[in-house]
Nanobody
Framework: QVQLVESGGGLVQAGGSLRLSCAAS????????MGWYRQAPGKQRELVAS???????NYADSVKGRFTISRDNAKNTASLQMNSLKPEDTAVYYC???????????????WGQGTQVTVSS
């Protein structure tokens, strides 16, 4: 199956920057969309950003202008550059991918285990 592994989380001060990375592995024929969700304690999981294989991006209003999502189709990786971080950005960030496995017709959604991002004030 497809596995997603996040890295780059950590503790930063408000106003700082952090870069998250996500690596997809397994028998993958194609990844249509990769994205990042986040979930803060006691809150619902929300979409942060997504990017298609063609490079079309989508951002939550709360992060637009501060975060940038990118991907390397050849390497099956995605990154989230987070600048001007705020305490409200504190959450567990999850990488997700809509992927097609080799030899399979259907698309499926896959999730990473998450990486903690903590922004102190």
């Amino acid at each position: 199956q497809v596995q997603l592994v996040e890295s780059g989380g950590g503790l930063v001060q408000a106003g700082g920057s952090l870069r998250l990375s996500c690596a997809a592995s397994g028998s993958i024929s194609s990844i249509a969309t990769m994205g990042w969700y986040r979930q803060a304690p006691g809150k619902q999981r929300e979409l942060v950003a997504s990017i298609t294989s063609g490079g079309i991006t989508n951002y939550a209003d709360s992060v637009k202008g501060r975060f940038t999502i990118s991907r390397d189709n050849a390497k099956n990786t995605a990154s989230l550059q987070m600048n001007s971080l705020k305490p409200e950005d504190t959450a567990v960030y999850y990488c997700t991918a809509k992927a097609r496995r080799t030899g399979y017709i259907a698309w499926s959604d896959y999730w990473g285990q998450g990486t903690q991002v903590t922004v102190s004030s």
